[in-house]
């Protein structure tokens, strides 16, 4: 979990820190996160971190052995007090220590961002006081509080999109639904102006630490001290069910002292990490690059390939583009890529597992969202692969006799019977990548630059040497706030991926062109162009009405 930061909320451009100790002070409330300020009194010795939390949870029937709270530059987290074996319990915390509510009111998270708006305005009566008072002023890294420079250095509208619809609802649930009731006896929070900000604040806290301990459609819990462990993909540590209905956190290896306590969120990409947790893991081998299934993007990837159209009466000289055949409309509808009920949503991927053994600094959840490439071979999600092969196949024969399923056509170890129909796909796979590239500004190496804080004239005189074309843009050759470093990582490692799909795209190719005809793989178009972010793809996509990312 990160100390409390300096990030704005999009919503009012108002410091959450800022934010929070106004409506703190305002209902007569404190909070020991908060440093103190004035005269300092006699010097005493500094208390451990989160002292009054930890007696706490002891005091409800809990217990604590062998790990402790830390705190560093990065926040705070937990690690081994001792040599711990593997299988130990370190923290057990009772059901009078869990923070959630009753099954019969809302299942979302609306009722758990209530209920810590709820004990906070309670103070010091609260049962829960000494968890509330730990918890962060600021929530550093989520781009719901970044500014309007921050938000856009992320160049991912998959992310900015959901930001603002977060932002949005914040709002329109602050002025809708909770200040006609002001005051009433339906108001929950006993006429406290809670505002955007407040429930901000609330929404960060509860998404970067609530734990669906009972499945994903149950209520959440936020778990006090256990939600300071931070996230690696490689753990040393679990969250378990303990006896009389607690929550345990226990090893899953043998702990040396002071070695960091870590647990796994789940395989989550850094799409969910950044907007739940702010933080992003470099080469995370669960991450994706989120696109719509089109058919318009499709015949833009064909062109920026070099891909000839299938035989549809594709003209390329008209905006519009020509109804499909009745088997290519049947088999795109089977495959939930068109029609009504359409999921269009799809995606590029990593391959295989990775390596991610880093940990970050954020607190806890064990929700899951997004799984790692089956088999770890396919770079893009089977129902894309599925349609790009009914789109770029001449007629019904070229599948191959295959059945018209996820199953059947998505998988990428079994090529389509018609060499050059897969070919094709193929091809227009690495066209795919190509206009995803070019939706980013810049290049990998220039994020990489701005990252270690190279100049820019330097930088842009290094890539001259080298031949290639500086594209920073003025705005991010000055430095960098902690909020911006985090977007150019986050775009950094989008770009990353999509060079590592085109790679192993092109690598199939090779090798099926090995077993095919002479002549009959083409080259894989637009690899030299999506090598540096660049690409023919973005013009093309406009003209037949394709877009880039979902």
């Known amino acids: 979990m990160q100390l409390p930061g300096s990030a704005r909320f999009s919503v009012r451009g108002v410091s959450p820190t800022r934010m929070v100790k106004l409506f703190m002070s305002r209902h007569g409330l404190h909070s020991t996160a908060a440093s103190a300020s004035g005269a300092a009194a006699t010097p005493a010795a500094p208390a451990a971190p989160a002292a009054d939390l930890?007696?706490?949870?002891?005091?409800?029937?809990?217990?604590?052995?062998?790990?402790?709270?830390?705190?560093?530059?990065?926040?705070?987290?937990?690690?081994?007090?001792?040599?711990?074996?593997?299988?130990?319990?370190?923290?057990?915390?009772?059901?009078?220590?869990?923070?959630?509510?009753?099954?019969?009111?809302?299942?979302?998270?609306?009722?758990?961002?209530?209920?810590?708006?709820?004990?906070?305005?309670?103070?010091?009566?609260?049962?829960?006081?000494?968890?509330?008072?730990?918890?962060?002023?600021?929530?550093?890294?989520?781009?719901?509080?970044?500014?309007?420079?921050?938000?856009?250095?992320?160049?991912?509208?998959?992310?900015?999109?959901?930001?603002?619809?977060?932002?949005?609802?914040?709002?329109?649930?602050?002025?809708?639904?909770?200040?006609?009731?002001?005051?009433?006896?339906?108001?929950?929070?006993?006429?406290?102006?809670?505002?955007?900000?407040?429930?901000?604040?609330?929404?960060?806290?509860?998404?970067?630490?609530a734990f669906r301990t009972r499945g994903p459609s149950q209520p959440a819990a936020m778990l006090p001290l256990i939600d300071m462990a931070n996230h690696s993909f490689e753990p040393n540590a679990k969250i378990a069910p303990g006896p009389g209905g607690s929550m345990c956190m226990v090893a899953t290896r043998q702990l040396v002292a002071g070695e960091p306590v870590l647990i796994s969120y789940g395989p989550l990409g850094n799409d969910f990490l950044l907007l739940d947790y702010g933080f992003v893991m470099p080469t995370n081998p669960y991450d994706t690059v989120q696109l719509r299934f089109d058919r318009g993007l499709i015949e833009a990837a064909k062109a920026v390939a070099g891909v000839g159209s299938s035989d549809n009466g594709t003209d390329s000289t008209s905006d519009e583009l020509p109804p499909l055949p009745a088997w290519q409309q049947q088999a795109l509808a089977s495959l939930q890529l068109a029609g009504s009920g359409a999921n269009t949503e799809v995606s590029i991927r990593r391959q295989g597992p990775g390596q991610a053994s880093s940990s970050s600094s954020s607190s806890s959840s064990s929700s899951s969202n997004s799984k790692p490439a089956e088999g770890g071979e396919s770079p893009v999600d089977p129902r894309l692969l599925a349609g790009v092969r009914v789109l770029?196949?001449?007629?019904?024969?070229?599948?191959?006799?295959?059945?018209?399923?996820?199953?059947?056509?998505?998988?990428?170890?079994?090529?389509?019977?018609s060499m050059p129909a897969e070919l094709a796909a193929l091809r227009t796979l690495t066209g795919l990548c190509a206009i995803a590239l070019s939706q980013f500004k810049g290049t990998v190496d220039d994020d990489a630059?701005?990252?270690?804080?190279?100049?820019?004239?330097?930088?842009?005189?290094?890539?001259?040497?080298?031949?290639?074309?500086?594209?920073?843009?003025?705005?991010?050759?000055?430095?960098?706030t902690e909020d911006q470093q985090l977007a150019v990582q986050f775009r950094m490692d989008k770009k990353r991926l999509l060079l590592e799909a085109l790679a192993a795209i092109s690598q199939r190719i090779k090798q099926l062109a090995a077993s095919a005809s002479p002549g009959g793989a083409r080259g894989a178009g637009g690899?030299?162009?999506?090598?540096?972010?660049?690409?023919?793809?973005?013009?093309?996509?406009?003209?037949?009405?394709g877009r880039g990312f979902g």
Not at 530 to 545: C, I, S
Request: aromatic share 6%; proline share 5%.
């Open 54 to 209: 930890v007696t706490w949870v002891e005091s409800s029937g809990g217990s604590i052995t062998g790990v402790a709270v830390r705190r560093d530059e990065a926040g705070f987290g937990l690690q081994a007090a001792s040599d711990v074996s593997a299988g130990s319990t370190l923290i057990s915390l009772p059901p009078r220590c869990h923070l959630t509510y009753d099954g019969s009111t809302d299942a979302r998270l609306l009722a758990l961002i209530d209920q810590v708006v709820a004990h906070r305005l309670e103070g010091a009566t609260s049962h829960f006081a000494p968890y509330i008072n730990n918890l962060p002023l600021g929530v550093a890294g989520l781009p719901m509080f970044f500014n309007g420079d921050a938000l856009g250095a992320l160049q991912y509208p998959p992310v900015t999109e959901q930001v603002k619809r977060r932002c949005r609802w914040l709002l329109s649930f602050s002025q809708q639904a909770l200040a006609p009731i002001r005051g009433s006896e339906a108001d929950p929070f006993g006429g406290a102006e809670v505002d955007a900000n407040a429930l901000g604040w609330a929404l960060a806290v509860v998404t970067s630490r």
């Open 449 to 480: 630059a701005l990252l270690a804080g190279i100049p820019a004239a330097a930088a842009a005189a290094a890539q001259a040497a080298e031949g290639v074309a500086g594209t920073s843009s003025e705005t991010e050759q000055q430095q960098l």
């Open 392 to 417: 770029c196949a001449p007629n019904a024969a070229a599948l191959g006799g295959k059945a018209v399923s996820v199953e059947q056509l998505g998988r990428w170890d079994a090529p389509l019977a």
């Open 527 to 545: 690899r030299q162009q999506a090598a540096n972010g660049g690409g023919g793809g973005r013009g093309t996509g406009a003209k037949n009405g």
